[in-house]
């Protein structure tokens, strides 16, 4: 196992943190909608039609993902529009992808 940062002693605060970002990565959903908004900022209704789920099932997965910072939420008038605020978290999924598939 190759050593790095994490070897070091990390406080429990931190590591509860750590735990609430992968778990927000440990949701299929969630990680369609990440698809869904990588590239550009969407509509709710876009990211429904993306992730062929409901309304009501998106809109709870794109509040965790606020909430936690993942997502940036930001309103034009009346349409609210959902993109990536930590591209960390698309990298990390491109990293366990190509994992895989070696």
Avoid: W
């Avoid at 509860?16 to 990680?31: D, N, S, V």
């Avoid at 992730?51 to 606020?66: C, I, M, R, W």
């Avoid at 349409?79 to 598939?101: H, I, N, S």
């Amino acid at each position: 196992m190759s050593k790095g940062k994490f070897t070091n002693i990390v406080a429990a605060g931190e590591l509860e943190q750590i735990a609430t970002r992968f778990k927000m990565l440990g949701e299929p959903m969630r990680l369609r909608i990440l698809q869904a908004v990588c590239q550009q900022p969407r509509m709710v209704n876009d990211i429904v039609a993306a992730t062929g789920s409901t309304q009501a099932n998106v809109s709870k997965h794109l509040a965790l993902l606020a909430a936690t910072g993942i997502l940036e939420r930001k309103k034009d008038g009346q349409r609210v529009f959902y993109g990536m605020k930590d591209q960390l978290a698309v990298k990390l999924c491109e990293l366990v992808r190509a994992q895989m598939a070696e």
